[in-house]
């Protein structure tokens, strides 16, 4: 630039670097089986001893999400939050991808890392894949994200990284933990996996040109089973009662101390690595928590694995100095499968040509701004494979038997078997709550129609009294029906094993 004045030069400079024109680094941690009530500013309104204060005070500083949801269980919240669809329009309508299972995500979906990759993003990934890995073309490496590091399973020893299919069956259990560089790894054996998923992150954040713009997808194993705490985070737990599922209960809330922990390292990483001013830090769940595991989603009914409330209700909060608006919390409706339009704006991309059209909607001006949310409606899911409630019952045009529900302004209709078993689950350690008193029975019905705003615990069933309600969004099911595609769910296949691929999880069908 000789021969330009200075004055210029300074003006090219500041535009450069000025916030407005750079992109933001994009931070995603999803928790695994976190229940509602078990972060801290839930907790204290709801009997629970979930204690998260790092947590609690980055979401004071940023935007609560309070009206946000996501999948009832891990595949398809992952392939939602990636892939910015439906389950009925990627075949992944049922449970999640087991293990031995020659299935994944498939393939004509452009998946979040790829979207902001060809817009300039560096894109890493930490931990829990499970959307599939039967062969090399379905690998997080291969689907966008330069670098990857941790699990393709579902869940694993927090120490060893070992799953088993049956522990009596040698064949059936690996090691699953792989590098993109450098292949399978059992370097990592005996860590455990939040100091491990710390430690890997901060290599990121320090190994990183600054400016670029970083994407890092942090799928991290805590809380989910198994119920696996170093006894340092034991001791910060309160103690209570002394009955079997108050001991699980008490180490699960040991690791809640230790997710608050990695968070907050996490930031502190950032903040060492200069990145922290320029990062959009996104904390979502992935599906309601599980009372025989340790987790609580009081005072929501139901479980993670249901339609229930307690099943897709998220914790979601959004922190950064893109975050203008005040107050810190919305109330507007907000799906998991809105995050890739809303941080492909977040970040200024363009959606890359070739995308499959979206279920998702962008929702950046309501979460930056508190502009009023795009969204009025969810199909939280249409399931012809789970177990029905009795034989096939047509009304308006859908079949009432089939696990389905459908959220429609402050209407949500819930048809076949809701999932777990439609009760309500008291924190364990409190002395003083809780019973629900609801006019409902925790039988199987085929319809259940609620008032979501006036009874978010879903103790009133509104199906009688409202007909006509009940017809409508059973015609609004079976439209999405009628656009839904086959279900991917194929048989296990024991080639699968790590017994014949060295004792580690991986691609077995190349
Ligand atoms: C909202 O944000 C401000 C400023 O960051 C903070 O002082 C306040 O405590 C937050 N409010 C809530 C309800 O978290
Ligand atoms: C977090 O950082 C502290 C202080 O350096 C350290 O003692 C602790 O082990 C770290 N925890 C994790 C999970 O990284
Ligand atoms: C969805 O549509 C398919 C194909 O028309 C039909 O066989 C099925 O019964 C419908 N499902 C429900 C729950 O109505
Ligand atoms: C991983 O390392 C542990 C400890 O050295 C060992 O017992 C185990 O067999 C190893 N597993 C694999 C798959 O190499």
Redesign the pocket.
Known sequence: MKGVPLVLKTLVFLVMHSNASRKPHIVYILADDLGFNDVGYHAREHESLAYTPFIDRL???GV?LENYYVQPICSPTRGQLLSGRYQIHTGMQHEVIHRPQPRGLPLDNILLPEQLRQCGYKTHMLGKWHLGFYKDEYLPWKRGFDTYFGYLVGAEDYYTKVACMKKTHRESCGVSMVDSQFGDTNSTWGEYSADLYVRKAREIFQNHDPDKPMFLYLALQHVHAPIQVPSKYLTRVPRFRHKKKDKIRRTYLAMVSALDEMVKNITTALKEANLWDDTLLVFSTDNGGRPDRGGNNWPLRGAKNSLWEGGIRGIGFVHGNLIEQ????TRDLIHVSDWLPTLMTAARCKLASGTPSLDGVDQWNTISKGLPGKRTEILHNIDPLFEKISKPELRSGFDTSVHAAIRSGKWKLITGKAGYDNSWFPPPESTKCCRMKPNEPTADKPIRLFNIVEDPYEENDLSESYPQMVDLLLEKLAEYNATAVPVIFPKMDRKAYPGSRGGFWGPWKN
Not at 326 to 329: A, E, F, Q
């Open positions: 979401a004071g500083e609560r005040k107050p810190n919390i």
